[in-house]
C-alpha cells in the first residue's frame, strides 16, 4: 500500500553513490553487497536518483483516476480491435475500493469493457460500487476447506464463497480462477469440491492457473523471504489431467488465464 525500494544486485557495480545519496543511512554495504535497511528508508528517492545502473528504483505511486484513465487511453485502438478493454488486477483492487470503483465508472463513461482480477475478500457493501461498472469478474477460488483456508491465507473462506454466490446472482459475467500450488491446495479432495461448488452456483468456465516462480526475483528485490522456493512447477501432464474434474462438472476449463 505504500512505494517500496527494489534492489537489482544484477545491475549493481557497487559504486556506492546510493550509500552516499542516503540522507537517513538506510543502504549500506556489507559483505561485498549492497543492504537496505528498509525500516529506516523513508523512500526519498535520492538514491534511485544517484544510481547510474538503474539497479534501484522505486516500486509504486500514488495516482489519481484520471492520471490512470489518460494511460488507459492511449491504447484505446487495441481494445476496439481486440474486444478487449481494461482489467483491474494486482495486488488487490478490492484493497483500495472507493479508487477502483471510481476509475471503473471513469472506464464506463469512456464507453471501455472493464474487469477486475480479485480474491473477492471484501465487505460487500464495498464490493458492489465496483461490480456495478464491471463486465467480468476473475475470482480467485483457492481452497473450499474454511479451516485450512485460514491456516494457509491467514482468513477464513466465507466471505469469499458468499460473494462469488452474490455475483451470480446480479448476473455478472464470473470466470473462477484456481492458482494449482502443489502441496497447498491440489489434493483432489479440494479440486472436486470447488467444482461442485461452481457448478451448483451457476459459473460456467474455471481456468486453472499453475504455480510458477515468475515472482521470485521480485521478492529478492524488496529483500523479502520468498516461502515457496520448494514447491515444484507441476508439470502439463498433471494439471491438464485435473481438468478433468471440472469438465465432468460440466464447466469450461482452461489452463492459464
Not at 126 to 139: A, H, K, S, W, Y
Not at 171 to 177: L, N, P, T
Not at 202 to 211: D, R, S, T
Not at 229 to 256: A, C, H, M, R, W
Request: neutral net charge; proline residues 4%; contains cysteine.
Amino acid at each position: 500500500m505504500v512505494p517500496e525500494i527494489m534492489y537489482s544486485e544484477i545491475k549493481c557495480v557497487l559504486c556506492q553513490r546510493c550509500v552516499n545519496a542516503c540522507p537517513v543511512n538506510a543502504i549500506k554495504v556489507i559483505n561485498g553487497k549492497i543492504h537496505i535497511d528498509r525500516e529506516l528508508c523513508n523512500v526519498c528517492g535520492l538514491c534511485w536518483e544517484a544510481c547510474l545502473n538503474e539497479a534501484l528504483k522505486v516500486a509504486g505511486k500514488e495516482v489519481t483516476v484520471k492520471e490512470v484513465l489518460s494511460i488507459v487511453e492511449k491504447d484505446r485502438i487495441f481494445y476496439e480491435r481486440s474486444g478487449g478493454g481494461v482489467t483491474l488486477s494486482g495486488g488487490e483492487p478490492l484493497m483500495q475500493a472507493e479508487f477502483s470503483a471510481a476509475l471503473l465508472a471513469a472506464c464506463k463513461k469512456k464507453g471501455l469493457n472493464t474487469a477486475i482480477e480479485t480474491s473477492g475478500y471484501q465487505k460487500w457493501e464495498l464490493f458492489l460500487p465496483i461490480l456495478e461498472n464491471t463486465d467480468l469478474v476473475l475470482l480467485d477460488i483457492k481452497m473450499m476447506n474454511t479451516d485450512l483456508h485460514r491456516k494457509i491465507i491467514g482468513v477464513p473462506n466465507n466471505l469469499i464463497l458468499d460473494n462469488a454466490r452474490k455475483i451470480v446472482e446480479l448476473g455478472k459475467d464470473i470466470i473462477v480462477r484456481i492458482p494449482i500450488i502443489p502441496g497447498y491446495n491440489d489434493s483432489i479432495e479440494n479440486l472436486r469440491n470447488t467444482a461442485e461448488f461452481a457448478a451448483n452456483i451457476g459459473i460456467k468456465e474455471v481456468h486453472l492457473l499453475p504455480y510458477h516462480r515468475l515472482g521470485e526475483s521480485k521478492y529478492n528485490q524488496l529483500g523479502r523471504i520468498y516461502n515457496l522456493k520448494d514447491v515444484n512447477v507441476p508439470s502439463t501432464n498433471y494439471i491438464e489431467s485435473l481438468t478433468q474434474i471440472f469438465i465432468k462438472n460440466n464447466l469450461k476449463t482452461q489452463v492459464g488465464g
